[in-house]
């Protein structure tokens, strides 16, 4: 088929390369020249394991193109998705006005039958006002679906590729069997093609996200009662996740969540419950857990030194999670600017996220050139991103390099017996 991406971010890049992969003749497009160009030039302007490789080979083999000409790419495609940004407003409402923008655009280039695809996480009713737009524009039949995306930061090629499942929203049969056949090679080996109505599908993306994020305070919070009561939240975890009703998986406490999903479709999935007069107390307790759980750390902290004033503080980990550079919403950023607020001296590393960190903190961090120079002469070391390579370090150069052989470990990689013989000063969560 022929395929337009509006949006080439975490989402659009992905979807365009993965529908490439599979045979499809691709067009992604963007407004922003200078990443157009660079795309074109086989440079990707985000970290993704597997999506340079991908990129790269369906673009020399000719079925993946970048452009920043819209209506190039809405009269050489089929289907249309559209996969641009909805940032959070002030009140944690989800602004629509790129989708809304990039619909009415379409529907004033189109010239014959299209199906325009919500790739982006939208609030429920979306596509309703994305069908309006688009018929104010065009007399030409179109198909509008809401089809969610489901991918991990981190694993998104794999999670496109081998999805769990698709969910297509439609109103008409004719837009929902094209997006049925798009997705066959994808979903030979069994995962489920959902097709229901735009609101449901709308709403299940946000339900999905909801529901992870809960798990995650929930079980932040059972780690801080461990605390209180001397308990292992590691026992607890695998005592729970094993009840086939619940499973293991989101069950991990650390410092809170954060990218760019979980923390804004919860705001987003309160604010248009509001809108309709009801009030999602569940998910308001998640967001304050969320919040007060990035601070958790540097709390440990106070109360092991007292003052953090003139304290050297080495931070691993500064993306939300591993295999991403991603830092929206990242705990390392109220733990950082907290620590510095108190006077510390903070020595940061990251394996992917060293420039993104520069831009959102300046002069006020020093920046290591690895995960070793930042422990020198550090008071304590606090890990606030899980990377695989930070899991089984040089203890003893650690233990030389530092001040004082002092850990706080936002995340649980290691065992507190283990450290205890290594000869550290070590701190967890909910053990």
């Known amino acids: 088929m022929r395929i337009a991406v509006v949006g080439t971010g975490y989402v659009g890049l992905v979807v365009g390369a993965c529908l490439a992969e599979t045979g499809n003749d691709v067009i992604c497009v963007d407004k922003d020249e200078a990443k157009v160009r660079m795309l074109r030039r086989g440079k990707i302007p985000i970290y993704e394991p597997g999506l340079a490789d991908l990129v790269i080979r369906n673009a020399d083999e000719d079925r993946l193109a970048f452009t920043t000409h819209l209506g190039k790419a809405v009269k050489h495609s089929q289907i249309i998705f559209i996969a641009v940004g909805t940032p959070q407003g002030e009140d944690g409402s989800a602004d629509l ?31 309703a006002k994305v069908r309006a737009i688009i018929g104010q524009e065009t007399e030409h039949p179109f198909s509008v679906v809401s089809n969610p995306e489901f991918l991990k930061q981190g694993a998104a090629v794999d999670d496109f590729m081998k999805p769990d499942r698709v969910v297509i929203g439609a109103e008409d049969e004719r837009g929902a069997d094209l997006m049925v056949s798009l997705y066959q090679p994808f979903t ?68 809170g969540y954060g990218g760019s999903c979980f923390p804004k479709d919860v705001k987003a999935l309160m604010r248009f419950s509001a809108d309709r007069e009801y009030d999602f107390k569940v998910l308001k307790a998640v967001e304050s857990v969320n919040e007060s759980q990035k601070r958790l750390l540097v709390r440990k902290m106070e109360a092991h030194f007292g003052s953090l004033k003139k304290r050297t503080i080495a931070i691993w980990g500064l993306a939300f999670k591993p295999k991403t550079d991603d830092m929206r919403e990242a705990p390392a950023i109220p733990i950082v600017k907290t620590l510095v607020e108190k006077g510390a001296k903070v020595q940061v590393y990251d394996p992917e996220a060293m420039d993104v960190a520069r831009g959102i903190f300046g002069a006020k961090a020093v920046y290591a050139k690895d995960s070793y120079d930042a422990l020198r002469g550090a008071d304590a070391l606090a890990i606030v991103t899980e990377w695989q390579q930070f899991r089984e370090p040089d203890f003893d150069r650690m233990r030389k390099l530092m001040k004082a052989p002092v850990i706080f470990d936002g995340r649980n990689i290691y065992h507190p017996h283990q450290m205890k013989q290594h000869g550290f000063t070590y701190n967890s969560i909910g053990r």
């Open 97 to 127: 006005q790129h989708v809304l923008a990039v619909a009415r655009d379409v529907g004033r280039t189109m010239d014959g039958y299209r199906v325009i695809v919500n790739k982006s996480t939208v609030p429920v009713g979306t596509a």
């Open 188 to 255: 030979r080996t069994g995962a489920p093609v959902m097709v229901m109505d735009c609101a449901s599908a709308e709403l299940a993306k946000y339900a999905a996200n909801a529901l992870l994020a809960t798990r995650i305070s929930f079980m932040n919070e059972v780690a801080n009662v461990c605390e209180l009561f001397g308990a292992d939240v590691d026992r607890v975890r695998q005592a729970v996740g094993s009840d086939r009703r619940i499973g293991p998986s989101f069950l991990f406490p650390g410092v």
